[in-house]
């Protein structure tokens, strides 16, 4: 089954508080256990990679249960029931959510001030697809919003640059190598990274700055239609054979086809495919052709701070 939105989680993290004081970090597998999600539903992670999403809807669930009245928090990473918490376990309601939750007062004055959707955008949400606010916690909405506006970058990217010069796309390896670390600086590289003349081959590139060993380098701005197939990806590999090279990069602004992807499996060369996306990725990952257009930053509570000797 799908991993339950927070809404769907604030009964079982209730009932679980009514047997005794909990930690969000001791009741993930418990809850995982009792809707019967599979081994990968359990560690999925949000999209920045940096916490599970089961984890995560469970401490929103138990966060916006603690706004309304039903858990308190005992002691530090604790939580436990309170009376209005069984007061409203003995309902035997079916399903918990911010509906019920909006019957105390406080959690209705929390709620406006902290600018959740109206129905109107929850109906707009639904007609086209999208998933609700409503079903997703604060911290998902901000990933989505993030990633879909990273994917919409790197489609504008792989745009610009096809509308670029072949010398313009050379120049921006040149760039992207650098920043990653490699060729040991602009001069160094543009001197190396360049027509060779070998088959092939476009360029080489230092691995490190001391030059003990090197990366070859092809790169070919096809359009997104036009994927590479294993006869390139072939001609390259023994182009590297013929330097007696060990390590090559295949750069396009395209995709690889499934059989050039297989072909490079198992080469005694170690050779990486670098395609559209990833290029783009790694061109906003390391600033190259981007810059910053606003920083926001989200704070966690301190619970260090408040703890007292």
Partial sequence: MAIPDYQTLM??????????????????????????????????????????????RIHWAKFYLTKAGFLTSPGRGLFAITQAGRELLAENLARIDVSILMRQPGFREFYRNEGVEDSSNAADAAATGAASPGTITPEEQI???????EATLRGDLLDRIAKNSPTFFEQLIVDLLVAMGYGGSHKNAAAQLGRSGDGGVDGVINEDRLGLDRVYIQAKRYAATNAVGRPDVQAFVGSLVGLGATKGVFVTTSTFSGQAHDFVKHLSQRVVLLDGESLAGLMIEHGIGVRTSRTVEFRRLDEDFFEEA
Wanted: net charge negative; hydrophobic share 40%.
């Fill in 11 to 56: 009964l079982p993290v209730l009932k679980l508080a009514d047997e005794g004081e909990q930690r969000v970090a001791d009741v993930v597998d418990l809850i995982a256990d009792r809707v019967g999600l599979t081994g990968e539903e359990r560690q999925k992670l949000l999209p920045s990679g940096r916490q599970r999403v089961l984890h995560n």
């Fill in 143 to 149: 990933e989505t919003a993030y990633q879909t506006l």
